[in-house]
């Protein structure tokens, strides 16, 4: 399977912008359905944020970041990157990439158990 190393985290004022990128190793997305974008907060659990399929344009967003955040991906990179406008401190969290053999991320917001994560890079909004 891929592993998978995010960056592009940081510290940034509210209304700024921050881009993330995953990158794979080991393997293509390929071998996967969907990729995407979760996040937790301190003391929370984690949460869907964003995702896309591998193949084709299907896109899927959180309430709370539609409009302001954008997932896309490169194939023959094997890298998806997640573009972060409008940042809000509530934005503030260590955010993970996915990549899952199902499409659970696009029509359940959730990884399959099959699923691979990356490490996580922390993003923090400050008010």
């Known amino acids: 399977q891929v592993q998978l190393v995010e960056s592009g985290g940081g510290t940034v004022q509210a209304g700024g912008s921050l881009r993330l990128s995953c990158a794979a190793s080991g393997g293509t997305f390929s071998s996967y359905a969907s990729l995407g974008w979760f996040r937790q907060a301190p003391g929370k659990a984690r949460e869907f944020v964003a995702a896309?399929?591998?193949?084709?344009?299907?896109?899927r967003y959180a309430d709370s970041v539609t409009g302001r955040f954008t997932i896309s991906r490169d194939n023959a990179k094997n890298t998806v990157s997640l573009q972060m406008n409008s940042l809000k401190p509530e934005d503030t969290a260590v955010y993970y990439c996915?990549?899952?053999?199902?499409?659970?991320?696009?029509?359940?917001?959730?990884?399959?158990?099959?699923?691979?994560w990356g490490q996580g890079t922390q993003v923090t909004v400050s008010s």
């Open positions: 896309i399929s591998v193949s084709g344009g299907n896109t």
């Open positions: 996915a990549a899952d053999p199902t499409t659970f991320t696009l029509t359940l917001m959730t990884m399959s158990p099959r699923g691979v």
